[in-house]
């Protein structure tokens, strides 16, 4: 009974340093943000003036889509699940696609593929993002430059050729990000660069991990391609892929640094996330509803946590 | 396995080429924007291999990296070695020291601290962004690197602890008890023994600290005010959308790469750690 007491104790000590600074950085933060969203908290009631307190009013202005807000909250939330299931079906397919194709007996240069092929997840997320932004911009971003070399070939080859339409040159000057929705093909394309190789890197680990004799003993059976692909390959993938997807829900579902600095949400708010959302209220002065839109936030996240323990859960059971 | 068909190998290379030129593409165009030597304002064509080298770029961003006066390339730098640094220290020894005790040690409340964590980490770090400025201003805390610091720090706890446990976890524990009947304290046995055997998960976990410092943005940009405690990052911000109409893009790109190279060489010379301590952990990065 000494000896349980001394490791208890000592457990504590080990774990109190970081338990205050996360009680101070996270927790205190979190629990002030919760009475804040009740307030009408604002820039001017950080040196000492006391905010009111106005009940449920945020949320309801929020919700109701109050005419002093800019958005409409039922439509941020659509898009922003569009946008993670849009994200996480290229995500998976093109990583998944992309670790059987290299995973192939007797391809060459496979290191040389798999080195170009992960370089986007190794480039800090913030200097892609604003790296693709410009890319993006319609005068000179490589994007637009890439489809003006691109014309004037057609154009050659128009006049070469009779049978060859002519294309004109308006799809060139495209303004990207500024309109619908091409704004969204945009910003997707940039999260599908940066987010497949984190697929492809799970999916080859686990690929290389089946044992060789399995697909033996399928060939043994006279299963064909197709069989032994949905009897060897899909179920030793599974167990491997099913927590890196749900992992990438929920950094897709909460992907600041891409919509920010790609698109700052626009054109007029239309690809805002909740949580670039809620950043815009903060940042422009709007802290009790800010708040209580991060209370907002919180539920959601939590309801999708739910589902996704229960989903693994199940999917564990059943493996 | 049966080695394919020619066609659907010739398919497989057309296919992983097509790719790779997707992924390859806006590195190249970085790349020949920083190299060209005609040190290009905005470009009127597409480049991906510029016809010269040179690093005149280079040389232009680190003898003036903002449009703001009297700070100078190595100011920022120190800035932002400093922050992410000290970033890192402080989440491996609160982390590490945290973890040995969710590995070894059973103790009320374990399995809710453990959870705990992960659910503080699901709330995004952008929604405590009001708060957190009132509660950094009131300690006097927000305007200085050091405040940046902890708030870094507590970000990168949640991972730190769960990516380090799950690697104490597999460290044989014998080794710790032969040390405790030679008279170790539990503390010598941690530093001496655990510690070093954790040198992956250490090292991934470090990086991820340093990481997360380095290339932060929104945060440092919304506490400090001081140009003197300003970051890297926060300079190539300062070089894009409404903050650059002078800056040429040339050392717009030469700055990116200055930024990028230290963590995609990092990133992936421990790829492999990185992966595995990601889906194991379970926490986001």
């Not at chain 1, 205050?20 to 002030?32: C, D, G, K, Q």
């Not at chain 1, 040196?47 to 002093?68: E, M, S, T, W």
């Not at chain 1, 659509?78 to 992309?98: D, E, K, M, R, S």
């Not at chain 2, 070894?104 to 964590?117: A, D, E, I, S």
Request: some cysteine; hydrophobic content about 55%; proline content about 6%.
């Amino acid at each position: 009974m000494k000896r349980l007491n001394s490791e208890v104790r000592l457990a504590y000590a080990f774990i109190a340093p970081a338990a205050l600074v996360m009680a101070v950085i996270t927790v205190y933060p979190l629990l002030f943000g919760i009475w804040m969203a009740f307030t009408n908290y604002n820039p001017t009631h950080i040196r000492g003036h006391l905010p009111r307190f106005v009940g449920l009013q945020n949320f309801i202005d929020i919700l109701r889509h109050a005419p002093y807000l800019d958005f409409d909250f039922a439509r941020v939330l659509g898009f922003n699940f569009l946008w993670t299931f849009a994200n996480l079906i290229f995500h998976v397919t093109v990583g998944v696609g992309l670790a059987l194709l290299l995973n192939q007996p007797g391809l060459k240069g496979v290191k040389l593929y798999r080195a170009l092929l992960i370089l986007p997840w190794a480039v800090p997320t913030y200097v892609t993002s604003l790296v693709w932004r410009n890319m993006f911009d319609p005068e000179a971003g490589a994007i637009n430059l890439l489809l003006k070399q691109l014309a004037a070939t057609f154009e050659t080859w128009h006049e070469r050729f009779a049978w060859m339409p002519d294309l004109g040159s308006a799809w060139t000057s495209l303004d990207w990000l500024g309109t619908m929705p091409s704004a969204f093909f945009a910003v997707l394309t940039v999260n599908i660069w940066l987010g497949f190789p984190f697929m492809m890197m799970v999916a080859s680990g686990a690929l290389q991990a089946i044992p060789s004799d399995l697909y033996e003993a399928a060939d043994l059976d006279g299963a064909n391609p197709l069989q032994r692909f949905l009897t060897v390959t899909v179920p030793m993938l599974r167990p491997a892929m099913i927590p890196a997807i749900l992992l990438g829900f929920i950094w897709t579902f909460n992907n600041f640094n891409v919509i920010y600095f790609v698109t700052k949400g626009d054109p007029l708010g239309q690809t805002q996330i909740l949580i670039t959302q809620a950043y815009k209220l903060v940042d422009g002065g709007l802290y009790g509803v800010g708040a209580a839109f991060a209370v907002v936030i919180f539920f959601i996240l939590l309801a999708i946590s739910t589902v996704n323990s229960r989903l693994t859960r199940a999917v564990e059971e059943n493996a | 396995m049966k080695r394919p068909h020619p066609v659907a190998l010739g398919a497989t290379h057309l296919t992983l080429i097509l790719v790779s030129i997707f992924s390859v593409f806006p590195v190249l165009w970085v790349f020949s924007m920083a190299l060209d030597p005609s040190s290009v304002a905005r470009p009127t064509e597409l480049n991906l291999i510029p016809k010269a080298l040179s690093l005149e770029a280079f040389r232009q961003v680190i003898a003036h990296p903002t449009d703001i006066d009297g700070v100078s390339f190595w100011q920022l730098l120190g800035n932002s070695l400093l922050t992410s640094l000290g970033t890192t220290v402080f989440g491996i020894v609160l982390g590490a020291s945290a973890a040995y005790a969710f590995s070894r040690c059973r103790f009320p409340g374990r399995r809710q601290g453990l959870m705990l964590f992960i659910v503080l980490q699901m709330f995004p770090a952008v929604c405590a962004m009001a708060p957190l400025y009132v509660l950094l201003s009131a300690l006097h805390l927000r305007t200085s690197l050091i405040g940046l610091m902890i708030a870094y720090s507590a970000g990168t706890l949640p991972f730190a602890i769960w990516n380090l446990k799950g690697y104490f976890d597999t460290v044989p524990k014998d080794l710790e008890e032969a040390a405790l009947i030679d008279g170790c304290t539990r503390g010598q046995t941690f530093w001496q023994i655990v510690l070093p055997l954790s040198a992956p998960a250490v090292a991934v976990t470090a990086l991820f600290g340093f990481m997360s410092g380095w290339t932060e943005i929104i945060l440092a940009w919304t506490m400090l005010e001081d140009p003197r405690t300003f970051t890297l990052s926060m300079a190539l911000y300062g070089m894009v959308g409404q903050y650059a109409t002078l800056k040429p893009w040339s050392q717009f790109a030469a700055m990116s790469i200055m930024l990028s190279l230290p963590v995609v060489v990092f990133m992936l010379f421990l790829q492999r750690y990185i992966v595995s301590g990601l889906t194991s952990g379970g926490v986001k990065g």
